[in-house]
């Protein structure tokens, strides 16, 4: 649980600012979300495995476009 406490002097601008960046470090808003809803485990397994295609897709295109761009210096 994220805790903060207001210093001397500090505006709540500020503090509010220190407590946001807490929360986002701690992952407490990912941890939220992945605990709103039940996924059974094969329903799991299937969007884990779309998200590895997508990142190997991704991964690919990327090292794709710079192959085709490599070749196209050359000439």
């Known amino acids: 649980?994220?805790?903060?406490?207001?210093q001397e002097g500090e505006s709540l601008e500020n503090a509010?600012?220190?407590f946001k960046r807490k929360v986002q470090s701690?992952?407490?808003i990912?941890?939220?979300?992945?605990?709103s809803y039940y996924l059974k485990p094969g329903e799991k397994r299937r969007v884990k495995?779309?998200?590895a295609r997508k990142r190997a897709?991704?991964?690919n295109r990327r090292e794709g476009s710079s192959a085709t761009d490599s070749r196209r210096n050359d000439k």
Do not use: G, N, P
């Open 1 to 6: 649980m994220a805790e903060i406490r207001l």
């Open 16 to 18: 509010l600012r220190r």
């Open 26 to 28: 701690e992952d407490i």
């Open 30 to 35: 990912k941890e939220v979300k992945r605990h």
């Open 49 to 51: 495995s779309a998200l």
């Open 57 to 59: 897709r991704k991964k």
